[in-house]
């Protein structure tokens, strides 16, 4: 059929001139954000208003510069004068800032992070989307590396728990089944939550007889997964988690991020509840037995 007259074909956007458009407008707003000071005087309005010469006294720089850089911000739509000789953020400045600690995260731990798959899709991992975009919450944790050290923290972190304890278990060791029985024992409320692709030892079955019977109590909730995407342990005082190797696909115990701040903990624990939500009844022979 011919076109009628005057009538202009609708074309879409390819997705690469979408890209390309998102690019040059993202590019805009990282370019105001590469600069020291101006991050720092977007992270330093986070939470209050202040004048030009405070921020220059905090920046340890001088008033003609901060307001220089105050300048290119305001044109940018992250701050705005508030009353008297006052600054503070713009709604967008007050989101900028909080992905700060996204990009801080990164920036502090990319060794640790580029050695494992963490996003989905990526070296046989996948954590959901969700979390990843939340990983900043994360930057109060600290690497820790060798199995030693790890496996001992882990212990500490289960053992020292007092009201309840939530574990996402991709490779259990031989003792743990003894201190999540003692700590159900003393009244710790236990959240255990394995996948097909957890490994236990078969000296920890015995131990899991001891919990099933715990479970009878309420005190001890076991579900399971199709499959867990890292091993994760928080508790009412830590967190830990320890991710997939981005080589070998599998969950290895060598490092792991260790916090007990209450951000991330809130990850871990948000983390935890959304894998539970998807769960099925625990059944010890559908995981990985050796």
């Not at 996948?126 to 930057?139: A, H, I, S, W």
């Amino acid at each position: 059929m011919e076109e009628e007259e005057g009538e202009a074909e609708v074309v879409a956007p390819s997705p690469a001139a979408v890209e390309d458009n998102a690019a040059a407008v993202s590019s805009a707003l990282f370019a105001e954000l590469a600069s020291e000071v101006r991050c720092s005087i977007v992270l330093a309005l986070y939470s209050r208003q202040a004048k030009l010469s405070a921020l220059a006294r905090e920046l340890d720089t001088t008033v003609q510069d901060v307001y220089r850089n105050i300048n290119r911000l305001a044109q940018a739509g992250l701050v705005r004068r508030a009353d008297g000789n006052n600054f503070e953020l713009t709604e967008m400045g007050m989101m900028a800032a909080r992905q700060v600690p996204f990009f801080h995260f990164l920036a502090k731990n990319g060794e640790f992070i580029n050695k494992h798959a963490i996003v989905e899709g990526g070296g046989g991992g996948g954590l959901p989307d969700k979390f990843v975009q939340r990983m900043g919450e994360l930057e109060g944790c600290r690497p820790v590396s060798s199995v030693t050290l790890v496996l001992e923290r882990l212990k500490k972190l289960e053992s020292d728990a007092h009201r309840w304890l939530k574990i996402m278990i991709a490779q259990a060791w031989s003792e743990e089944g003894r201190i999540l029985a003692e700590a159900a024992g003393r009244g710790v409320e236990v959240w255990v939550l394995a996948g097909r692709n957890t490994v236990f030892p078969r000296e920890v079955i015995e131990a899991t007889q001891t919990l099933d019977k715990l479970r009878m109590t309420g005190r001890v909730n076991a579900r399971m997964v199709d499959s867990v995407p890292a091993a994760l342990y928080v508790s009412d005082s830590q967190a830990a988690i320890v991710f997939p190797s981005f080589s070998g696909g599998a969950v290895e115990m060598s490092s792991a991020l260790m916090g007990d701040d209450e951000r991330s903990r809130g990850w871990c624990l948000d983390l935890f509840d959304h894998m539970w939500q998807e769960s099925v009844p625990f059944d010890i022979k559908k995981t990985t037995i050796v």
